[in-house]
């Protein structure tokens, strides 16, 4: 059941464990240690060198569903990433053995149902590390280059969101197997219950997991895209005006500085075609070439860009 309590900074770390336990785990991934006594939920993050704001995003999010996506902007975003780090070493490293290990001493591996058990578990320790280890050596080293200022071009957060769906149909199967199956003394059967309580708990702990990422997490790296992308065209902007083309390697020639001014005035290729007798193939070769030099790729670019440059008058622009 939901607790519809939003936690703030000023309240007692151990009254947000208090209420609700399962956050121990999330703890550790944040990299905070028990032993904080009566010390509030800011003075305990700052203790930890933890951002308090992203700490309690997380920690609403997870137990009652709450997060405020108008303040994303607020999110540390090294702070989250190191989260999502932690929990992976957390899952992979120790919960998946440990289910194997409680599994293992539930079920009979003599018993042909018992081999199948074992057999999905591991299918399904197999889909998880991959599906984790894929995010460890692509996505986050993306967002540590992006936090950078140098991320690469040929990689993006859709991409990795457009393919992070969920990896829980081998899970259901093996609770589907593990609820049908009946160990033949009282000891394995209690073990099974047991560990057939903690599979579930594990559950619940992926989903919840996967929900930081798509909610928080992938907004948070979206902004951090835009943003970056809105400074590189200030920046080039900025270049363009004081610097004019000095920076740019190659001037643009006179069909270029043409077909700029046919763009801005709002041409479409085919009719920048017509009006300077060339092929269209010819005009999209300009304009890939005149990206290239100049490093504008929007047509409010190109526009100061043509202004600056004398190259049409402002009093000529629709705005």
């Known amino acids: 059941m939901k607790n519809h309590k939003v936690y703030e900074s ?12 399962n956050v121990l785990q999330s703890l550790g991934s944040f990299g905070i240690a028990l032993g904080f006594g009566d010390k509030t939920v800011n003075e305990t993050c700052q203790d930890n ?5 992203t700490f309690l995003s997380v920690v609403n999010y997870t137990i009652n569903g709450y997060y405020n996506s108008d303040e994303a902007d607020r999110l540390h975003i090294p702070t989250l990433l190191h989260y999502l780090e932690a929990s992976h070493i957390y899952y992979l490293d120790y919960q998946l053995p440990s289910i194997r290990r409680d599994l293992k ?25 991959k599906h984790m280890k894929y995010e460890e050596k692509v996505l986050f080293p993306y967002v540590k280059q992006l936090l950078d200022g140098n991320a690469p071009t040929d990689y993006d957060i859709e991409t ?12 259901r199967e093996l609770k589907n197997i593990i609820i049908k199956y009946l160990p033949g003394d009282i000891q394995r059967n209690n073990k099974l219950t047991a560990t057939l309580y903690g599979i579930y708990n594990n559950e619940e702990w992926l989903k919840l997991h996967s929900q930081v990422e798509d909610q928080i997490f992938v907004p948070a790296i979206r902004n ?43 041409m479409s290729n085919k009719e920048i075609a017509e009006h300077l007798f060339i092929s269209v193939n010819t005009v999209i070769t300009h304009r890939r070439n005149i990206a290239r030099k100049l490093q504008i790729h929007s047509s409010a670019g190109l526009t100061i860009y043509a202004i600056v440059n004398g190259l049409i008058d402002i009093s000529s622009v629709k705005l």
């Open 10 to 21: 000023n309240d007692q770390m151990i009254s947000l464990i208090r209420d609700n336990y």
């Open 49 to 53: 060198g933890v951002d308090t704001y």
């Open 105 to 129: 001493e539930s079920i009979n591996e003599e018993d042909r149902l018992g081999v199948l058990i074992m057999k999905f578990y591991d299918e399904y320790a197999r889909e998880i590390r």
């Open 160 to 171: 990795f969101s457009k393919h992070h769906g969920q990896t829980d149909q081998k899970l």
């Open 224 to 266: 951090l895209e835009q943003k970056q992308k809105k400074d590189n065209v200030t920046k080039n902007i900025t270049n363009m005006v004081f610097k004019g083309n000095a920076d740019n390697g190659e001037a643009l020639s006179d069909r270029e500085k043409d077909v700029v001014v046919s763009l801005v005035q709002g």
